[in-house]
């Protein structure tokens, strides 16, 4: 590969049109002052040849250059969003390398417009200097053309955007060797290296072995907390974007608006820190995963980038930048997402298409991470297979079962033949969860992609971790939708416990137990939000879960040992504890018939005045008296078979519980007759607890030991079932003879 070194915008397109179908044998480059300091070091480090492009007189265009770009493939499309022809000139010889088609457009309509024209998965690079691009025609390009690879060649100066287009049409050609993770917010004291990749955790990162300039890395990427102006690779040292051009920091002092203390005379923001610049940081390709580090035309303090840390990076080695412009909420997994797309030979702008779906299937952050550089770039072997342990799949009717035994590889790539789940992932409703919640020390993180037609799951790890044989196999499980998520019953209790009282119910202990569960609320959710996307937090989630329902449950106890307690000893009727709290806010009068007597029913349905949401269900026989009320109006609760007490004998009930719902129902059963202790029944359930599935019944029996009442009148079975804080009741009258 030879480099030729212009002066003129005439001699550096004549240069490239001459060697144009000769792929990137040939590369110019352009700078009117004739120094080329990077171009000249970085095909020093790579082994390339650089020749003087002679001066022309005329330094004229060569004619048929505009033309050939206007006739290249029809899957790359180069958008030049300027009408100055030294940064025009650029953008065509980016175009004639890639055999790329070329047009040049006024507004962010027009390339809106052109992107729209290209085929699904199509690359779309938008040309021009930093002062035009905006990022509102990279959010309009991402919600309108959404199947589109798109990255942007900006730069201050034809000169610096020509020297962009050389590196990153140089870089995939000549890869390096070595990627690098600076994983400032994992967890870890050791580095831990996977094939090309080494991952280097909170501990573990040396700013001085990234500032080493021996070591060039294909990929280098870091999830710290930044500005567009620095980016912490530690709490000890900063990569500082300012800028270390005397004229740019001199113009800067003299234009109005706000300036970094340094510029002012005073120390720097992080006084105790090491600066670095990013510009010495030997990367190809760089990967932020930190908060505003890629700015273009418009920043916080000052013009031209003259502060920020992607203009820094891309003036010196970096030949494509990839961040977000936007405050990140970032994880580790959008990093091993990125670095192993890219080892697995996708192009750098679906890779980066990817790790948007996946931020926004994941619900962590917008998924606006950018490319400034050539989206069709390849930096792995695409033919190269991947070693290590491949998991086995099996599909069921709704949902695919991926299975892992012995190992879990710090990557696996899982070809998913299945049109619904694929239908899924398109509509982001796709959910991949553990089969049996399960942890560890390093996280596990899954992501989904599109690639080439079909629907590719990915597990992500920073090593492997080998199962021992009580944790094998580790099976997920990858549905078209997600199961019903089990904190949305749990938050919806804690309301409906408060509500308590409003029913006349007061437990002794209720509201210390409740006071810690909504202090654990916070932990809950964080941890509910982190499965979305890391699968080793499954089993943190699912011991919180599982430790907040054994309060629920404590709580359901105290509730029913109170109704009963009601019941038995006093004239209690459920129906009016809540009367004067609640308002009758329908009512209907039906030819539905008492499934006891057969009478017309009449219903209910009653709000709390304070929160109407809290509804009660009544429906009431006027014939027999028979009552049911419930929280749900999915619920159904019938006490089935021969009503009479006999003395002295044991009477057999049925019980069943219908749930037209669609969640399930872990209920607590009691029953008693009203004022019934002084007559001595006794009450027995075959099961005092049963799970009613959604959209389906559950049955138990209840016995009633009679004994000698003391009279023989028609009593009334009070009867309740309790789940999370709801209150099934129903009545039905019973008579002795």
């Known amino acids: ?33 004739g120094k080329h300091v990077w171009p000249r070091r970085i095909a020093a480090r790579l082994g390339l040849e650089t020749v003087e492009v002679p001066a022309r007189a005329d330094g004229a265009v060569p004619p048929g250059a505009g033309d050939c770009a206007r006739d290249g493939r029809e899957d790359h499309l180069v958008v030049a969003l300027t009408d100055d022809a030294g940064f025009c000139a650029p953008a065509l010889v980016f175009a004639l390398a890639k055999d790329a088609r070329l047009v040049r457009a006024d507004t962010a309509s027009q390339v809106v417009k052109a992107a729209l024209e290209l085929p699904p998965g199509g690359y779309l690079t938008v040309v021009g200097p930093e002062r035009v691009l905006e990022f509102a025609l990279l959010n309009r390009l991402r919600r309108e053309a959404p199947e589109v690879n798109t990255g942007v060649l900006c730069g201050p100066t034809p000169a610096k955007l020509s020297e962009l287009v050389f590196k990153t049409l140089v870089y995939p050609h000549i890869p390096a060797e070595r990627d690098e993770f600076f994983a400032g917010l994992l967890k870890g004291k050791e580095p831990m290296t996977s094939g090309r990749l080494t991952v280097y955790p909170t501990d573990a990162v040396d700013a001085g072995h990234l500032m080493d300039g021996t070591v060039l890395r294909r990929v280098l990427s870091f999830i710290a907390h930044a500005s567009e102006d620095y980016l912490r690779v530690t709490p000890d040292d900063i990569l500082c974007g300012l800028t270390d051009d005397p004229e740019e920091q001199a113009a800067a002092r003299r234009a109005p608006g706000p300036l970094p203390a340094c510029m002012q005379g005073d120390t720097c923001v992080y006084p105790d820190a090491r600066r670095h610049d990013p510009a010495a940081v030997t990367a190809q390709v760089v990967f932020a995963n930190a908060c505003l580090t890629l700015k273009f035309g418009t920043q916080l303090m000052g013009e031209h980038n003259r502060f920020t ?40 702008g679906a890779a980066v298409r990817a790790v948007n779906d996946n931020l926004e299937r994941w619900g962590v952050d917008a998924p606006a991470v950018i490319v400034i550089g050539d989206p069709e770039a390849v930096y792995g072997d695409r033919g190269a297979p991947r070693t290590g342990s491949v998991p086995s799949v099996a599909y069921e009717r709704d949902r695919a079962t991926v299975r892992f035994d012995g190992l879990m590889p710090t990557y696996s790539r899982v070809r998913l033949d299945d049109p619904d789940l694929l239908a899924a992932h398109r509509d982001g409703t796709l959910d991949i969860r553990p089969a049996t919640p399960f942890g560890g020390r390093t996280p596990f993180y899954a992501a989904a992609a599109e690639i080439d037609g079909g629907l590719d799951m990915m597990v992500l790890g920073v090593q492997d971790r080998p199962l021992l044989p009580e944790e094998s196999p580790r099976v997920l499980d990858v549905r078209a939708t997600a199961p019903r998520a089990e904190l949305d019953g749990l938050t919806r209790a ?43 937090e499954w089993e943190r989630f699912s011991r919180s879960v599982e430790r907040i329902r054994e309060k629920c449950t404590a709580l359901d106890r105290g509730v029913m040992d109170k109704l009963l307690q009601a019941t038995e000893s006093r004239e209690y009727h459920f129906v009016e504890a809540y009367r004067h709290t609640y308002t009758v806010q329908r009512t209907e009068s039906t030819d539905d018939p008492c499934r006891y007597c057969g009478e017309a029913l009449h219903r209910y349905v009653s709000g709390n005045i304070l929160r109407p949401h809290l509804r009660r269900y009544l429906i009431s026989c006027a014939i027999c008296g028979a009552v049911q009320d419930t929280e749900d109006e999915a619920v159904t609760l019938t006490i089935t078979g021969d009503n009479r007490l006999r003395p002295g004998a044991d009477t057999e009930l049925g019980v069943e519980i219908g749930n037209s719902g669609d969640e399930e129902l872990d209920l607590l059963l009691g029953g008693r007759i009203t004022h019934g202790k002084p007559h001595g029944f006794g009450f027995r359930l075959d ?8 959209g389906g019944t559950a049955r138990t029996r209840l016995t009633i030991s009679t004994g000698r009442p003391l009279a023989r009148h028609t009593m009334l079975l009070r009867f309740y079932a309790v789940g999370l804080g709801r209150i099934q009741f129903a009545g039905r009258d019973l008579y002795v003879r």
């Open 687 to 694: 099961d005092e607890s049963v799970r009613v599935p959604a």
């Open 494 to 536: 804690f309301e409906r416990y408060e509500n308590l009282a409003f029913l006349d119910i007061k437990l002794d202990k209720g509201r210390a137990v409740l006071t810690d569960m909504v202090n654990n609320l916070p932990t809950m959710a964080r941890r509910a939000r982190n499965t979305r996307f890391e699968l080793t």
């Open 1 to 33: 590969m030879t480099i030729g070194l212009a002066t003129t915008l005439g001699d550096y397109l004549e240069y490239a049109f001459a060697q144009h179908g000769r792929g990137v044998r040939y590369l110019p480059v352009f700078d009117p002052a």
């Open 309 to 348: 840390i992607s203009r820094r990076f891309l003036d010196g080695w970096t030949g494509c930048f990839i961040a977000s412009p936007l405050l990140k909420d970032g994880i580790p997994g959008e990093n091993l997402l990125f670095h192993a797309l890219i080892e697995d030979g996708l192009t750098v």
